[in-house]
């Protein structure tokens, strides 16, 4: 009966993914990229929780890398992270959408190259984890001749670095080279950073009023705390919106009894980064690990979610994303 109770969510995390092996088996790591054709792109990472990167090993991940039917002397490019669940297959849509709208798209897998399927405790990497690996390929797709400015998009727990990469406090620990905007869907927002720390990234965060697994206050905090007439930061709330609301397999909803609603903020749960690139609560509470991040996530939120697909929400969202990039190029 265990491995029936667990089932729905192992649907909901793997959404419904295809098994896969690791290319990168059978690749070798590149530092460059040319041509115009499609290719899996293996390259190394830090694989680190945090921006303090002292004996972090490096590791081996892959991104599948897509361009445009129509050829052109110079493309924009848009890098994918993909949340706690992995690499599913509705994130192939958003591929095909960009692709349509004539940018090069970088979907990474963070998951494959460390091992793991899908992370129902939400701690066994962090968001600046999936943030680190964006970095690595960014410098990568940095390098093709025919790649102008770069993009990031990120969803859950993989919209942590598109907004942490609004700063510029936060860019300089991790990278010489910055992104030319970012987007975050239904993000975990439960960090913040001093109110004068400077920005030059332009972001958008798109968030559910209904999500109760990352709920949007925490990013109404983030947009009222830094949102003024030189920073441009920008939050669309959709109406209804749950998390997922992009994800067809969620058609009908499923709630889930256990599930972390990260609807608990204050001191004690809001975190920072520390000059020294570790993740810290603003009370000083280090996290420094899958170990520390569970039991401060346990803290922090109260069990229930439920998840569920909206038309409307992924609709408003596709259009939201192409015209923030097209805006912001």
């Not at 460390?114 to 410098?139: E, H, P, Q």
Request: hydrophobic share 35%.
């Amino acid at each position: 009966m265990k491995s029936i109770k667990y089932l729905p969510l192992a649907l909901f995390l793997s959404g419904c993914a295809m098994f896969r092996v690791d290319p990168c088996n059978t690749s070798e790591s590149i530092s460059y990229i040319t041509g115009v054709e499609d290719k899996i792109v293996c390259f190394l990472t830090v694989d680190s929780y945090d921006l303090n990167y002292k004996d972090k090993p490096l590791i081996e991940i892959y991104g599948k890398l897509s361009f445009p039917d129509e050829e052109k002397n110079l493309y924009n490019a848009i890098i994918l992270s993909h949340g706690s669940g992995g690499l599913r297959r509705y994130h192939k849509k958003y591929v095909d959408l960009l692709n349509e709208a004539g940018y090069v798209v970088f979907q990474l897998d963070h998951y494959m190259g460390r091992g793991i399927k899908y992370d129902k405790t939400f701690s066994k990497v962090s968001g600046i984890t999936f943030m680190n690996d964006a970095y690595k390929a960014l410098k990568i797709i940095k390098t093709h001749p025919k790649i102008n400015k770069i993009g990031y998009i990120g969803w859950s727990q993989g919209g942590v670095g598109p907004i942490l990469s609004h700063f510029d406090e936060i860019v300089n620990k991790v990278s010489k080279v910055k992104f030319d905007a970012t987007i975050a869907i239904y993000p975990y927002c439960g960090f913040t950073l001093n109110k004068d720390s400077a920005t030059s990234t332009p972001l958008l965060m798109i968030t559910g009023g209904s999500d109760d697994l990352t709920p949007e206050q925490a990013c109404k905090n983030i947009y009222d705390k830094f949102s003024d007439e030189k920073n441009i930061i920008e939050h669309i709330s959709i109406a209804g919106a749950r998390h997922g609301f992009d994800n067809p397999f969620l058609y009908f909803g499923i709630t889930f009894d256990n599930l972390p609603s990260l609807n608990i903020i204050n001191d004690e749960c809001t975190l920072t980064i520390n000059d020294d690139g570790s993740i810290a609560t603003i009370t000083g509470r280090i996290v420094n690990g899958p170990s520390e991040s569970e039991r401060l996530l346990k803290e922090c939120s109260t069990p229930g979610v439920h998840v569920k697909y909206s038309r409307h929400a992924t609709e408003t969202t596709n259009t939201a994303i192409i015209n923030f990039l097209e805006k912001s190029f």
